[in-house]
C-alpha cells in the first residue's frame, strides 16, 4: 500500500469515528429528550409500529419501560375505535405526506380517565425523500381544555343569566306600567324642563288629554290656566333643587269647573353621577273626601248630641247592672233577717210574762214548789242565749244589709261623677278590698254550693279608684257563682287569687270550674251586649273591660272550652296612671 493510500485510510477512519461519536451524541441527546419532556414523543414506521418513545408516553399507555412498546402499535394499547382513529390519520401522512399539526384529540388513559392532547405527526423521510415512518408530539392540554370548558359554561351561564334577567326586567317594566296605567292616582315624571316624560291614564283624565303622546314635551303652562300652571311650576322647581314634596294638597279645575283636590307628592329623580335630571309626582284626588270633610262638619253637633245620649244611655245600663248585682245581696240579707224575726223564740218571752203574772200572788212559792215554775229560770236562761245569738245575727246581717245599701250609693255616685270626671284615687289595701267583694255577696256562694278558696299573696298597697275597682270584683265574682250553678257537679268551686307581677303590677284572678266558654266565644266575651247565660244582658264584662282600661290595666279570660271552667285575669298598675310613688324627703 502506498504512503498516500495510507494516509487517506487513516483520514476515513479519523472521518468515520468522528461521525460515529456525533452519532452517538445526538442519539444521547434524542434520548434524553424522550426521557425528560413531559410532551409525549414517539417515532412510527409506515406501518405504524412504535420505534422509539418517551417515557411520558409509556406511562401514558401504561407500560413501565418504552422499550416494551416498540414493535407494537396503538391496537395493542387503546381502544379499537381510537386505535383506527391514530392508524387512519398516520397513513394518510405516510401516503400523502402531508403533515398532521395541532389536531385537538379526546384520549383515555390507561387508569380510565379522560385527557385531551394537541396532536403533531409529521413524516420522516430518508435521503432520497422516501417516507419512511413519522414522528409524533401529543401535548398535554386537558387543563387548558378543562379551563375553556369551564369558561365557555360560565359564558353559557352568564348569557343565559343575562338572558333571564332582560326577560324578568322586561316583565317587570310590562308589570310596573301595567300598575301605573291602572291605579287610580294621578302618576307622572317629567324632565328637568318640566316638560311630561310619563303620564298614567289617571293623570291624562286630569290633563283632558285622550292619550300619552297629547301630553309627553308639554309643561304646565300647556296644559293648565297660567295662575294655576305657576303654583305647580314653583313646586317642581323646589323639587328640582333637592327639596321633595310630600302629601301637599293642590287643586285645579276639571270641565265642568268643578274644583278638585289632589293629594300630591313629588320626588326628585337622579342619574348615576347623582345629579338631579327630573322629578316623580303622584296626586291622590281627594275631592270626595274634601267635600265629605263639609257634610261631616254638618252633621258633627249632632254626633255630638247623639254621642252625649248614648253616653248617658250606657253609663245608667251599667249603674243598673251593677246596682243589681248588690241588690241580690241585699235581698238575701233581708229575707234572711225576715226569716229570723219569723222564727224568733222571741214570742216565749211574752208566755212566761203570762205565767207569772197569773201566779203573782204565790210568785215564790210557784217557782219553788210548781213543776213549770223551777223550769222558769231555766228557760229564761236559755231563752235570753238563743235570744242574744239572734241580735248578734240580726246585727251582723244589717251591717252587712248597711254596706251593700252605701255601695250601691257609691255605685251611683261613682256612675254620676264616671259621665263627668275621674274617680278619685285612694290608698287601697287589696286583701281587704277583696273580702268587702266577698262580703257583698254575703252567703250567696255557700247557699249555692260553691266553695270559696282564697289564695292571696303579700301585696304592697296601692293607690286607685277603690270603688271602680270594687264593681269589677263583684262582678267577676258574680258571674263565677252563675257558672258554677249551670253545671252539676258536687265540688264547685271559685278560687280567688291575688299575685305580684313584678314590683309594679298586680293581678287579680277569679277562676271557677263552672260551665266554661266556647273558643269561638273567647273573642267577644268582653264586647257590649253580648252574653251567654240565661237572662245576661252582656254588660258587665263590658264596662268592666272599660274600667279596666282605665284603671291602667286589661281585663282578659282563658278557658279550654265548654265544661272546663274559666279563669278571668285582672291586671292592674301598683300606682294609678298619672299618680306617682310618694318618696320621703332625705
Not at 245620649?309 to 247592672?321: D, F, I, P
Not at 213549770?372 to 248578734?392: A, M, N, S, T, W
Not at 279570660?557 to 310613688?581: C, I, Q, W
Amino acid at each position: 500500500m502506498s504512503e498516500n493510500s495510507t494516509e487517506r485510510a487513516l483520514a476515513g477512519s479519523a472521518e468515520l469515528e468522528q461521525t460515529s461519536e456525533s452519532l452517538a451524541n445526538v442519539h444521547r441527546q434524542v434520548q434524553a429528550i424522550l426521557d425528560y419532556v413531559p410532551d409525549r414523543i414517539y417515532f412510527k414506521d409506515t406501518q405504524s409500529r412504535f420505534l422509539r418513545l418517551s417515557r411520558a408516553l409509556a406511562k401514558r399507555m401504561g407500560v413501565e419501560n418504552p422499550q416494551q412498546a416498540v414493535g407494537k402499535t396503538d391496537f395493542d394499547f387503546y381502544t379499537p375505535e381510537k386505535a383506527r382513529e391514530f392508524f387512519q390519520d398516520e397513513q394518510r401522512i405516510t401516503q400523502t405526506g402531508e403533515p398532521l399539526i395541532n389536531k385537538i384529540e379526546r384520549q383515555v388513559t390507561s387508569d380510565g380517565a379522560v385527557a385531551w392532547a394537541s396532536v403533531t405527526k409529521v413524516p420522516v423521510r430518508d435521503r432520497e425523500g422516501n417516507i419512511v415512518g413519522l414522528v409524533g408530539i401529543n401535548r398535554d392540554i386537558t387543563e387548558q381544555k378543562l379551563g375553556e370548558e369551564e369558561l365557555r359554561k360560565s359564558r353559557d351561564e352568564l348569557e343565559q343569566q343575562i338572558a333571564r334577567r332582560t326577560a324578568e326586567l322586561l316583565q317587570e317594566r310590562r308589570l310596573l306600567r301595567t300598575l301605573i296605567d291602572q291605579l287610580p292616582d294621578s302618576i307622572y315624571a317629567k324632565d328637568s324642563a318640566g316638560r311630561k316624560s310619563l303620564a298614567n291614564a289617571a293623570d291624562l283624565k286630569n290633563l283632558r288629554c285622550k292619550t300619552e303622546a297629547d301630553a309627553i314635551g308639554k309643561t304646565d303652562f300647556d296644559l293648565f290656566p297660567p295662575e294655576i300652571a305657576a303654583r305647580f311650576a314653583a313646586d317642581d322647581e323646589a323639587v328640582l333643587a333637592g327639596n321633595p314634596v310630600y302629601n301637599r294638597e293642590e287643586y285645579f279645575f276639571d270641565e265642568d269647573g268643578r274644583k278638585n283636590w289632589l293629594l300630591t307628592s313629588k320626588l326628585p329623580v337622579r342619574n348615576e353621577n347623582g345629579a338631579i335630571v327630573g322629578l316623580v309626582g303622584i296626586g291622590r284626588n281627594i275631592t270626595a273626601s274634601k267635600e265629605a270633610d263639609q257634610k261631616l262638619e254638618e252633621v258633627h253637633r249632632e254626633l255630638l248630641e247623639v254621642s252625649r245620649q248614648a253616653g248617658m244611655a250606657e253609663v245608667a245600663t251599667g249603674v243598673l247592672h251593677n246596682v243589681g248585682n248588690v241588690l241580690n245581696s241585699v235581698n238575701v240579707a233581708a229575707e234572711m233577717i225576715g226569716e229570723q224575726i219569723r222564727t224568733s223564740k222571741g214570742g216565749g218571752v211574752a208566755r212566761v210574762a203570762k205565767l207569772l203574772q197569773e201566779h203573782s200572788g204565790d210568785l215564790g212559792k210557784f217557782l219553788s214548789d210548781d213543776e213549770r215554775g223551777r223550769q222558769v229560770p231555766v228557760y229564761l236562761k236559755q231563752l235570753g242565749e238563743h235570744l242574744e245569738q239572734e241580735r248578734f245575727e240580726m246585727v251582723n246581717e244589717l251591717e252587712g244589709l248597711k254596706r251593700n245599701i252605701e255601695h250601691i250609693k257609691e255605685i251611683v255616685a261613682t256612675q254620676l261623677n264616671y259621665a263627668k270626671v275621674f274617680g278619685v284615687v285612694e290608698t287601697v289595701e287589696l286583701p281587704a278590698l277583696m273580702e268587702d267583694a266577698l262580703r257583698i255577696h254575703g252567703g250567696a256562694f255557700e247557699r249555692h254550693g260553691v266553695a270559696l278558696v282564697r289564695e292571696f299573696d303579700r301585696l304592697p298597697v296601692m293607690s286607685l279608684d277603690k270603688h271602680k275597682l270594687l264593681q269589677i270584683v263583684v262582678n267577676l265574682l258574680s258571674n263565677a257563682k252563675h257558672a258554677c250553678d249551670a253545671v252539676e257537679r258536687k265540688d264547685k268551686r271559685v278560687t280567688v287569687r291575688l299575685k305580684a307581677c313584678g314590683g309594679e303590677r298586680v293581678r287579680i284572678e277569679v277562676a271557677d270550674n263552672g260551665v266554661g266558654i266556647a273558643g269561638e266565644n273567647l273573642t267577644r266575651i268582653f264586647s257590649q251586649g253580648f252574653t251567654t247565660r240565661n237572662g245576661g244582658h252582656g254588660f258587665g264584662l263590658h264596662s268592666g273591660a272599660l274600667a279596666a282600661k282605665e284603671l291602667g290595666g286589661s281585663l282578659s279570660v282563658h278557658s279550654d272550652g265548654p265544661n272546663t271552667g274559666a279563669t278571668f285575669t285582672l291586671e292592674l298598675p301598683v300606682v294609678a296612671p298619672g299618680e306617682s310613688h310618694a318618696h320621703s324627703g332625705g
